[in-house]
């Protein structure tokens, strides 16, 4: 028989809530949303961020999808704040972190960060419950703000230190 309980647990009828399943289109967005994540770095992968020299290039990489140059670069004769974050994609998956950085410091954060989102969003949709976390609804605002606010310094300093 086990001992009793001390008087302070004595008529303690606090039920502790369970945790919440979550709704089918809410696992099926994560599930998407790894999925995505996951082209995203294949895509990263398949593009070449080195020039015929070997060395890593610091821009322009997206030019290899098809896509034209970045218009505010084409306008202004400046890059614009997102300039090269694709190169630092490539970059990142090959591990040449120096270089990633290099490029965009940011995109390089942003890559880790999505890194991380792919196990969550996978392990999440799988359990129908939020892994690690109850919610990560007053996470995602901030860090956009986050990332927002970096990029912008970034890009502050890019065209400040020419």
């Not at 039920?15 to 790894?34: D, G, N, Q």
């Not at 992968?45 to 070997?54: D, F, Q, R, V």
């Not at 990560?136 to 986050?146: E, F, H, N, S």
């Amino acid at each position: 028989m086990p001992p009793p309980l001390p008087n302070q647990y004595v008529g303690y009828d606090e039920v502790l809530p369970a945790e919440a399943k979550l709704r089918p289109w809410l696992r099926t967005l994560l599930a998407l949303m790894a999925g995505f994540l996951i082209a995203v770095f294949t895509i990263a992968i398949w593009l070449n961020p080195y020039n015929a020299e070997g060395e890593a290039l610091r821009l322009e990489t997206h030019r290899q999808l098809g896509l034209p140059e970045c218009n505010f670069k084409w306008l202004t004769g400046k890059p614009c704040p997102s300039c090269g974050m694709t190169t630092s994609f490539a970059l990142f998956v090959r591990c040449d972190f120096w270089n990633s950085l290099a490029a965009n410091c940011v995109g390089t954060m942003l890559a880790v960060f999505c890194l991380l989102l792919i196990p969550y969003g996978l392990i999440t949709a799988l359990r129908g419950q939020y892994w690690m976390w109850i919610s990560v609804d007053w996470l995602v605002p901030r860090l956009v703000v986050v990332f927002c606010a970096a990029m912008l310094i970034r890009w502050g300093l890019v065209l400040w230190l020419g």
